[in-house]
């Protein structure tokens, strides 16, 4: 069964850091672009970040730009999140899916979601 499979939130003081992955199985991630978005409560869902599969386009929300760092590990078939400098505004439901220029409800997969919540 074709899935993304996400593992790393948490519960994480201000400032500081998490790693959220998103592990590809089915298929082969390398061939798709990967998008983080987030959805925090009474809010949109927010595309954070994201990376195009074969021009090399990524993408930083402004609100994360500098802070965070999308990676993809080709030969783990799997997403990284790299989250640093957290602040309570980050706090949301954060998921992976297969889009990044492409519309986000038209993706082939996405992951289950996990939870950051940024609290002193």
């Known amino acids: 069964q074709a899935q993304l499979v996400q593992s790393g939130g948490d519960l994480v003081q201000p400032g500081g850091s998490l790693r959220l992955s998103c592990a590809a199985s089915?298929?082969?991630?390398?061939?798709?672009?990967l998008g983080w978005f987030r959805r925090a409560p009474g809010k949109e869902r927010e595309r954070v970040s994201c990376v195009s599969a074969h021009d090399g386009y990524t993408y930083y929300a402004a609100s994360v730009k500098g802070r965070f760092t999308i990676s993809v590990d080709s030969a783990k078939n799997t997403a990284y999140l790299y989250m640093n400098n957290l602040n309570p505004e980050d706090t949301a439901r954060y998921y992976c899916?297969?889009?990044?220029?492409?519309?986000?409800?038209?993706?082939?997969?996405w992951g289950q979601g996990t939870q950051v919540t940024v609290s002193s």
């Open positions: 899916a297969t889009a990044c220029r492409n519309d986000p409800d038209l993706a082939d997969y």
């Open positions: 089915g298929f082969n991630l390398k061939y798709y672009a």
